[in-house]
């Protein structure tokens, strides 16, 4: 085929993604020098829409970046009140005090947000300093200079047919060139990964890992609601399974975020995310608080839990990833928000010394350096053992050592050093035959409900017409292997139902993939045991609409 020709346009800085990280990189560019031209693109279809995070927020990104906010009106209107902490048994619950456990456990000070939100109020203040933001925008392609260095992206590429042709109303798209191009595209960013994986920057770091958050918003009885109130949980339902836990976070308008979280380092292929979330709604404490009230919206999102030991090099020549396209988050404390700032805003200093310097297209290693030895670092080193105890011991152990080492981390040593994860999620999957089915009750449809109920409320869309986003590198491999091997996984990790193994009488099992349902989480990129499933951007504009998540 005749390679597509696209106009170009040229940036100082382009910026890949209006998240935390990649708002705040546009943001604090401007500051830096009005004149500077930072362009960011975002594949939402407008910015917040994509965005899905817990969330409390630990302001001292923003602080840091717009140390006015609050003269501005950044939605940050729920300070944490009460901070609870329980075990769960099924019927039952133990308070866990707060006094044991280190001071950067504690919420005081942090705010109940809605990070759509955040976003939002970000991008308003970043166009008022010039910043062009376009929303609807999916960067699907690197466009590398002659040197084998990154120069920009491709974005806004719309109209091919399902196989790949390009159809009536097919757009080219154009391609954004940059002195820099950042990527932030957040956890499993398809973009990053590419780099990532050509420039080998994961070398001499640890894998990856992560975690599948699923999030409802409720609004529940005026009665039981307790603005500021954070709620986290560990134990039932998960018990020894898999890693994981909840979060209830009650935010204003009488709403209540109710979230779980499942590491996606489990063994057994046929434990099912998505219905240990609605099975634990029905835990006795979660049940009261949200009878009688509505859900009036569902999302799913990876998370990165690496953490320090799996930041990847960050630089290319003439790219930089930023926030959780490396990583960031603060796994112990559920974090990330306050590092993607941080880390949008290192770059962005990084990035407009050097182009009054008169460079352009090589390394910033000077945020990089920022990175690892300035706050973030700090940060997410005096919790770095915590999930790797958590992977190799289980809950009870890892939260007596991972507390200790997180109290020795804050006095500055640890007794333990760096710990490995040494699996990646992929990897830690088992055959189903060394493991049992688990039962789990049919959703309820008032507490609990099937995925494809749920999935309508987190508004999802996508043109039917155009190839499936979901990208198989063997079409044979889910039905051969996966089926036969692991019991089919992903028709239970995919908190979106997009994958069905479908049997019909006399006929060969097929793998279908429902990718209009499809909510961006990157799950299936992450935890397909065969890593024969790539994400890549489906048309601009596509995916899920959220309001407040
Ligand atoms: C369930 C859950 C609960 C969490 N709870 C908390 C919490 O309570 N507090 C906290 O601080 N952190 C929390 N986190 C972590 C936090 O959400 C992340 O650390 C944070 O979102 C990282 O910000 P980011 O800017 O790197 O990426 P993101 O917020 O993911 O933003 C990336 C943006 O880039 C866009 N994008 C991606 N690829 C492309 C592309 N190729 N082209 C165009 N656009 C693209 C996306 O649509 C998105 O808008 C939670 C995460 C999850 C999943
Ligand atoms: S298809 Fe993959 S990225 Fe989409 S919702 Fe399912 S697991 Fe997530």
Same mark, same amino acid.
């Given at each position: 085929m005749?390679?597509?020709?696209?106009?170009?346009?040229?940036?100082?800085?382009?910026?890949?993604?209006?998240?935390?990280?990649g708002?705040?990189a546009?943001?604090?560019?401007?500051?830096?020098?009005?004149?500077?031209?930072?362009?960011?693109?975002e594949?939402?279809?407008?910015?917040?829409?994509?965005i899905?995070?817990?969330?409390?927020?630990?302001p *001292?990104?923003?602080?840091?970046?717009?140390p006015?906010?609050k &003269?501005?009106?950044?939605?940050?209107?729920v300070?944490v009140?009460?901070?609870n902490f329980y075990?769960?048994?099924?019927?039952g619950?133990?308070?866990?005090?707060n006094w044991?456990? @280190?001071?950067?456990?504690?919420?005081?000070? !942090?705010?109940i947000?809605?990070?759509?939100?955040?976003?939002?109020w970000?991008? &308003?203040?970043?166009?008022?300093?010039?910043?062009?933001?376009?929303?609807?925008m999916? *960067?699907s392609?690197?466009?590398?200079?002659?040197?084998?260095?990154?120069?920009g992206?491709?974005a806004?590429?719309?109209?091919?047919e399902?196989?790949?042709?390009?159809?009536?109303?097919?757009e080219?798209?154009m391609?954004l060139h940059?002195?820099?191009?950042?990527l932030?595209?957040?956890?499993?960013?398809?973009?990053?990964?590419?780099v990532?994986?050509?420039?080998d920057?994961s070398?001499?770091?640890?894998?990856?890992?992560?975690?599948?958050g699923?999030?409802e918003?409720?609004e529940?009885?005026?009665?039981?609601h307790?603005?500021?109130?954070v709620?986290?949980?560990?134990?039932?339902?998960?018990?020894g399974?898999?890693?994981?836990?909840?979060?209830?976070?009650h935010?204003?308008?009488?709403q209540?975020y109710?979230?779980?979280?499942?590491?996606l !380092?489990y063994?057994n292929?046929?434990?099912?995310?998505?219905m240990?979330?609605?099975?634990?709604?029905?835990?006795?404490?979660?049940?009261?608080?949200?009878?009688?009230?509505?859900?009036?919206?569902?999302?799913a999102?990876?998370?990165s839990?690496?953490?320090y030991?799996?930041m @990847?090099k960050m630089?290319?020549?003439?790219?930089a990833?930023l926030g *959780?396209?490396?990583?960031?988050?603060n796994? @112990?404390?559920?974090?990330?928000?306050h590092?993607a700032m941080l880390?949008? /805003?290192a770059?962005?200093e990084?990035?407009?010394?050097?182009?009054?310097?008169g460079?352009?297209?090589d390394?910033?290693?000077?945020?990089?350096d920022?990175?690892?030895?300035?706050?973030?670092?700090?940060d997410?080193?005096?919790?770095?053992?915590?999930?790797?105890?958590?992977?190799?011991w289980?809950l009870?152990?890892?939260l007596?050592?991972?507390?200790?080492?997180m109290?020795t981390?804050?006095?500055?040593?640890?007794?333990?050093?760096?710990q490995?994860?040494?699996?990646?999620?992929?990897?830690?999957? &088992?055959?189903?035959?060394?493991?049992q089915?688990?039962e789990?009750p049919?959703?309820d449809?008032?507490l609990?409900?099937?995925?494809?109920t749920?999935?309508?409320?987190?508004?999802?869309?996508?043109e039917?017409?155009q190839?499936?986003?979901?990208?198989?590198?063997?079409p044979?491999?889910?039905?051969?292997v996966?089926?036969p091997?692991?019991?089919?996984p992903?028709?239970?990790?995919?908190?979106?139902?997009?994958?069905?193994?479908?049997?019909?009488?006399g006929?060969d099992? /097929?793998?279908v993939? !429902?990718?209009?349902?499809?909510?961006?989480?990157?799950?299936?990129?992450?935890?397909d045991?065969?890593?024969?499933?790539?994400?890549v951007t489906?048309?601009?504009?596509?995916?899920?609409?959220?309001p !407040?998540?």
């Amino acid at each position: 085929m005749a390679e597509t020709e696209r106009e170009a346009m040229e940036y100082d800085v382009v910026i890949v993604g209006a998240g935390p990280a990649g708002l705040s990189a546009a943001i604090r560019l401007k500051q830096l020098d009005a004149d500077i031209n930072v362009v960011v693109l975002e594949k939402g279809s407008e910015v917040g829409a994509h965005i899905l995070s817990g969330a409390v927020l630990d302001p *001292c990104g923003l602080d840091a970046l717009i140390p006015d906010w609050k &003269e501005k009106g950044a939605p940050l209107n729920v300070p944490v009140r009460e901070d609870n902490f329980y075990m769960l048994g099924e019927a039952g619950k133990i308070r866990v005090p707060n006094w044991p456990m @280190p001071p950067l456990m504690n919420n005081h000070g !942090n705010y109940i947000v809605s990070m759509g939100n955040v976003c939002r109020w970000m991008a &308003e203040q970043a166009e008022e300093l010039g910043v062009e933001i376009f929303p609807g925008m999916a *960067c699907s392609e690197l466009v590398f200079d002659d040197k084998g260095g990154i120069k920009g992206v491709v974005a806004g590429e719309f109209g091919k047919e399902a196989d790949g042709r390009h159809g009536a109303n097919y757009e080219p798209g154009m391609e954004l060139h940059g002195k820099y191009v950042f990527l932030s595209e957040g956890v499993r960013g398809s973009l990053s990964k590419e780099v990532i994986a050509r420039y080998d920057l994961s070398q001499g770091h640890e894998p990856q890992k992560f975690g599948i958050g699923m999030k409802e918003i409720w609004e529940i009885d005026p009665a039981k609601h307790r603005e500021g109130t954070v709620t986290h949980t560990m134990g039932w339902p998960l018990g020894g399974n898999a890693g994981g836990g909840s979060f209830i976070y009650h935010l204003e308008n009488n709403q209540v975020y109710v979230g779980f979280v499942v590491h996606l !380092n489990y063994k057994n292929p046929y434990l099912f995310p998505y219905m240990e979330f609605q099975r634990f709604k029905h835990h006795p404490m979660v049940a009261d608080l949200l009878k009688g009230g509505k859900r009036v919206a569902y999302g799913a999102r990876a998370i990165s839990e690496g953490g320090y030991q799996s930041m @990847p090099k960050m630089v290319a020549p003439g790219v930089a990833l930023l926030g *959780c396209s490396v990583g960031m988050v603060n796994v @112990p404390r559920i974090k990330g928000n306050h590092n993607a700032m941080l880390s949008g /805003k290192a770059a962005a200093e990084a990035a407009h010394a050097a182009i009054a310097a008169g460079r352009a297209g090589d390394e910033l290693s000077a945020y990089e350096d920022e990175v690892r030895t300035g706050a973030i670092g700090r940060d997410l080193k005096k919790v770095r053992n915590v999930k790797p105890f958590w992977s190799k011991w289980g809950l009870m152990p890892s939260l007596v050592l991972g507390g200790f080492d997180m109290w020795t981390n804050t006095l500055g040593f640890s007794l333990f050093g760096t710990q490995k994860h040494g699996k990646t999620d992929a990897d830690a999957t &088992e055959e189903a035959s060394k493991h049992q089915p688990i039962e789990y009750p049919k959703p309820d449809g008032t507490l609990s409900f099937d995925r494809l109920t749920n999935v309508a409320f987190s508004f999802t869309n996508h043109e039917e017409s155009q190839p499936a986003h979901l990208q198989l590198k063997d079409p044979s491999v889910p039905v051969q292997v996966n089926l036969p091997k692991y019991a089919g996984p992903a028709a239970r990790y995919c908190p979106a139902g997009v994958y069905e193994f479908v049997e019909e009488a006399g006929k060969d099992t /097929k793998f279908v993939i !429902n990718f209009q349902n499809c909510v961006h989480c990157k799950t299936c990129d992450i935890k397909d045991p065969s890593q024969n499933i790539t994400w890549v951007t489906p048309q601009g504009g596509d995916g899920p609409n959220y309001p !407040n998540m």
